[in-house]
């Protein structure tokens, strides 16, 4: 999950988005969110800007809200992962005079393709596949290793079936 991003202002004046990743167990995300919003907070106390937690969805934006206010975390934005994401390439001058914005969310299960309108900070565009996909992008690299002889062979057996079976599937 990350979260706990924060404008910073440098010494020219102007404020710059940073972020910290934070790892979890994944059995409680909402509050680890909170606990680093906490964290932040009394870091930058002085700030104008309050720390912003970005979500993937509405229901994970519900969760770290109801967390933040058993915090008593009230100063905390709860914004949509691609308007932060603009609004960080938007800040660090990727964009340029670009209208538009896309995002590639490439996860274990597939590939995310998200199409941002600047001016808006809506999804113009979103599109998902399962033929690109980490895990298989992780295996491709692997296989290729293995062929090569920079690792060695897998020594259980269920790893070298799973090896055997997957390149007949390529």
Known sequence: MRCGAYPDEESTGAAKSRSRAVGTDGSHPEELAAETVGTLLAEHSGDDHPPAVAHQDHQQAGVVRAAAARHQLHHVQVVPAETAALRLLEETGVLGDHRTGVLLDLAGSGLTITVLGRSTATVL?????????????????????LDQHHLGEPTDPFSHYQRRRLSWTL
Not at 130 to 138: A, K, Q, S
């Open 125 to 145: 565009s979103r599109t998902r596949t399962d033929e690109i996909r980490g895990d298989l992008i992780d295996e491709l690299i692997r296989d290729h290793q």
